[in-house]
């Protein structure tokens, strides 16, 4: 047996096996071959990792990115986005369709499978269209992209406005055994908002998008669930509202899972103006959904402990500075997220709102449970197991800087701001993708 990888005394942490210990790590043959406790697996010669202060868990799952290739390659490249995915923890990404063109055939599919293959240093798992050119009007082959090797369907960045094709599209899923991944956005109540509608907009002289017009799109992509029958996933979550029916339609038996993004678990509408009173407005912070209240905040976080909410997804939208370098209004929605999640999230950990054996699952196992058998072997740490494996130490102290970010995506509005928490290593099939400076791997 081909012998890869010892990682010693760190605490391991797999929600999947309710696993907490300080233990050692044997990765062979890309695969995980042992666990145990600290100090009980000879090193048997093989180059050795120390994770003393560190938390050793499965790789990280983000259902929920953008890679932008083909066609915006300006704004990020399957390349550079697994190599900002790596160095965030992230071994899997689910990249979605509104590229040019769009991810509605298998040509296009087998483009982006090809490319990961041969750039990417993560797993890549695209995400088909639900209708032909995202436009809504007729549904693309879903049957041909499932035979391809999407993990699910979604317009992301249009909803689906028809409810017809909506029903038609979750019947399809449903018996090709894939999930449809919601955006849920009324176009005639958004149609020119900017951020959040509320006092903040009026007092800014913005236009606003209102809770409402997320919360009428979960309602009835709720309904049609419940009358297909079929898997329903509600992206990035935002408001009370959307939580409350997600409830509620979890308490029916409704199959509907949901995700929330780090951005809109930390900021609220304020964040807009800037991070000091006398700034500029900051196209850093515009993003759709926007950001909204510190209310909604709250009822996010208590759908993430009562697993109401089942993932949070980094909805990573990289831009161009030209893209974010002109007036509020004019600059396009988006936050590049890959690089600065963990470290964002952790601050829930340290504020004492989050436990970290909850985050952990909500980047692991629980992502993976969603994708159904896509995903059978990642988010666990269990013998036999794919080696995605993600170390981080829960107390190191970083500075956001933007111009070290691996992503092309500089779109931040989390740059200066100081984190607690920070990813060491991340390891893919056994091999690994990214490691910071400061770890040596060394023999003993």
């Given at each position: 047996?081909a012998?890869s990888l ?6 391991l942490?797999?929600?999947s ?15 995980i ?20 202060g560190?938390v050793v868990?499965?790789g ?6 953008h ?16 190599r ?13 369709p509104n590229t040019n063109?769009?991810?509605?055939n ?7 499978k090809s490319k990961?293959?041969?750039?990417g240093?993560?797993?890549?798992f695209?995400?088909?269209c639900?209708?032909k ?14 035979q391809?090797?999407?993990?699910g369907?979604?317009?992301?960045g ?12 979750l019947d ?10 919601d955006?849920?956005e ?7 908002g900017l951020?959040?509608?509320g006092?903040v907009a009026t ?6 998008m209102?809770?409402?017009a ?9 309904a ?9 996933h ?8 959307s939580?409350d029916l ?11 899972t949901?995700?929330v ?9 304020e964040?807009?103006i800037?991070?000091q009173p ?20 709250n ?6 402990k ?7 997804a980094?909805?990573h939208?990289p ?7 002109c ?5 396009a ?10 470290g964002c999230?952790?601050?829930l ?14 980047l ?8 159904g ?6 988010g ?5 197991s ?11 102290e970083?500075i ?8 092309k995506?500089?779109?931040?509005p989390f ?8 990813v060491m290593?991340t ?9 910071d ?8």
């Amino acid at each position: 047996m081909a012998i890869s990888l010892l990682i010693t005394c760190g605490r391991l942490l797999d929600p999947s096996q309710r696993l907490d210990k300080i233990g050692d790590l044997l990765i062979a043959e890309n695969k995980i071959a042992q666990l145990g406790d600290k100090g009980s697996i000879p090193s048997q010669g093989v180059p050795v990792l120390d994770a003393t202060g560190m938390v050793v868990c499965p790789g990280f799952i983000d259902l929920h990115c953008h890679l932008r290739e083909p066609g915006f390659e300006e704004k990020e490249t399957i390349a550079t986005g697994t190599r900002a995915a790596a160095k965030g923890g992230f071994t899997t990404v689910c990249c979605m369709p509104n590229t040019n063109p769009p991810l509605d055939n298998q040509a296009a599919i087998d483009y982006v499978k090809s490319k990961a293959h041969t750039e990417g240093v993560v797993n890549v798992f695209p995400v088909g269209c639900i209708t032909k050119s995202r436009k809504g009007e007729e549904l693309a082959e879903m049957k041909e992209l499932a035979q391809a090797g999407v993990i699910g369907f979604s317009d992301d960045g249009n909803p689906v406005m028809n409810s017809r094709i909506m029903r038609h599209a979750l019947d399809c899923s449903s018996s090709l055994g894939l999930v449809v991944i919601d955006h849920c956005e009324d176009k005639a109540l958004t149609s020119g908002g900017l951020m959040n509608e509320g006092s903040v907009a009026t007092r800014l002289g913005l236009k606003g998008m209102p809770a409402a017009a997320e919360e009428i799109m979960v309602a009835r992509d709720l309904a049609l669930a419940q009358l297909t029958g079929a898997r329903l996933h509600i992206a990035h979550v935002s408001t009370e509202g959307s939580a409350d029916l997600i409830r509620r339609a979890k308490d029916k038996g409704i199959a509907v899972t949901a995700e929330v993004t780090p951005h809109h678990l930390i900021l609220t509408q304020e964040r807009v103006i800037g991070k000091q009173p006398s700034s500029a407005y900051d196209t850093n912070a515009k993003v759709n959904p926007p950001l909204r209240t510190e209310k909604d905040i709250n009822a996010l976080i208590t759908g993430l402990k009562e697993r109401v909410i089942d993932a949070i997804a980094t909805d990573h939208a990289p831009h161009t500075l030209v893209d974010k370098m002109c007036e509020f209004g004019l600059a396009a929605f988006g936050i590049s997220g890959l690089e600065t999640a963990f470290g964002c999230l952790m601050t829930l950990v340290h504020d004492g709102k989050l436990e970290l054996t909850t985050l952990v699952s909500k980047l692991t196992i629980e992502p993976a449970q969603i994708t159904g058998s896509k995903f059978s072997e990642l988010g666990t740490l269990k013998i036999d197991s794919q080696a995605d494996i993600t170390l981080f130490d829960p107390n190191k102290e970083w500075i956001v800087d933007i111009n070290e970010f691996t992503s092309k995506g500089k779109n931040s509005p989390f740059n200066g701001y100081q984190f607690k928490g920070k990813v060491m290593v991340t390891i893919v099939g056994g091999k690994i993708a990214y490691r910071d400076d400061s770890i040596k791997v060394g023999k003993k």
